[in-house]
Antibody, heavy 115, light 109 residues
């Protein structure tokens, strides 16, 4: 059974940091580009970042560039999102998703940035 | 930054056919934008329906099809079912970024 399981979300104060993880199983994680997508409460989907299959190439949305860092450990089948200098408008459910012919999504982890 | 546009809402009758579109402020949408389509039901994570313009996943019902139509990406639902009522999002790839459309709320009534 394919699974993507996000973790690491929670309540953080403005200016704080968090590290999200996405544990993959049931498919060849190392073969696929991976993405982070977020969704603020009651809003639409927003693409955040992507990383290629071996972790050598990354891209970010302008709104998170310089604050978020995506990485992966193919030996551990895990995707990460390091987030610093968090702002209230980063509050959202964060999903990891696999690209192309994989097309799997996790259930998301909620990040709340509030004092 | 480009803006990706979708119809805010559409309604289709059960058994009917509807086409959702996905346009780009930069011009014609092509296969080089690698259009994706996603379905999201209330309280659930999104689900990928179509990738790279036309490709279905194993879980995608055959009644959903992707194409390019009139300079836009399109998702056509033929033979709508009540369970197809959901939000639908497209995603386009640009040189250094990817951008979602605002989503289409599809009602099956």
């Amino acid at each position: 059974e394919v699974q993507l399981v996000e973790s690491g979300g929670g309540l953080v104060q403005p200016g704080g940091s968090l590290r999200l993880s996405c544990a993959a199983s049931g498919f060849t994680f190392s073969s696929y580009w991976m993405h982070w997508v977020r969704q603020a409460p009651g809003q639409g989907l927003v693409w955040v970042s992507r990383i290629d299959s071996d972790g050598t190439s990354t891209r970010y949305a302008d709104s998170v560039k310089g604050r978020f860092t995506v990485s992966r450990d193919n030996a551990k089948n895990t995707l990460y999102l390091e987030m610093i200098a968090l702002r209230a408008d980063d509050t959202a459910v964060y999903y990891c998703t696999s690209s192309g012919a994989a097309g799997y999504w996790g259930q998301g982890t909620l990040v709340t940035v509030s004092s | 930054q480009a803006v990706v546009t979708q119809e805010p809402s559409l309604t289709v009758s059960p058994g009917g056919t509807v086409t959702l579109t996905c346009g780009s402020s930069t011009g014609t949408v092509t296969s080089g934008h690698y259009p994706y389509w996603f379905q999201q039901k209330p309280g659930q994570a999104p689900r990928t329906l179509i990738y790279d313009t036309t490709n279905r996943h194993s879980w995608t019902p055959a009644r959903f099809s992707g194409s390019l139509l009139g300079g836009k990406a399109a998702l056509t639902l033929s033979g709508a079912q009540p369970e197809d009522e959901a939000d639908y999002y497209c995603l386009l790839s640009y040189t250094t970024t990817r951008i979602f459309g605002g989503g289409t709320k599809l009602s099956v009534l």
